[in-house]
């Protein structure tokens, strides 16, 4: 194996180590909302990038050190989504699992707290789905994708009257 080789290994086996290291270490530090970041959120993900480059590539600023990096990421994260979808309870460990935030109207404290969503984003999401209050709320869910999904009473009635008028059109077809 020739040198310039095992150096393209050594950096896709520190950058593997690096994405590990940072996947866990967002899951242990927890996620809030990752489909919306803040703007300290954002500056921080620029910033940790911007801190593990070094640990990655390390003096090896040549194009074929980058893709050598870049592949090993790419690769190791094509692994772990599909160990992520053949295996459920690895997704759970990673990914976390979706939180109840209201149910029928009463927001479930322990939760927010647990997720560290305080109340006016709360109020601010369920806003966002066109629903006044979270007392008009059916269920309210933080996804493990960071988006919170919103169903109201409304929403399901609207949602019955277009089933059955879609079957009054079948029928008369």
Do not use: W
Not at 4 to 16: R, T
Not at 135 to 146: K, M, N, W, Y
């Amino acid at each position: 194996m020739s040198l310039a080789f095992s150096s393209l290994l050594i950096i896709a086996a520190k950058s593997v180590a690096v994405y590990v290291f940072i996947l866990l270490a967002i899951r242990l530090f927890g996620k809030k909302e990752l489909a919306q970041l803040s703007v300290i959120d954002l500056v921080f993900i620029l910033l940790i990038s911007n801190a593990v480059q070094n640990a990655m590539v390390g003096a090896d600023s040549t194009l074929l050190g980058g893709m050598a990096a870049a592949t090993a990421l790419f690769l190791v994260n094509s692994v772990f989504k599909v160990v992520s979808y053949k295996f459920p309870q690895f997704s759970k460990v990673i990914q976390g699992e979706s939180l109840l935030l209201i149910y029928e109207g009463k927001v479930i404290q322990k939760n927010l707290e647990t997720a560290m969503i305080s109340q006016s984003e709360l109020e601010a999401a369920v806003r966002e789905h066109g629903v006044e209050s979270c007392e008009q709320v059916t269920i309210a869910v933080l996804e493990v994708d960071g988006n919170i999904s919103v169903v109201s009473d409304e929403f399901k009635t609207k949602t019955v009257k277009k089933r059955r008028g879609h079957r009054a059109l079948n029928r008369q077809s």
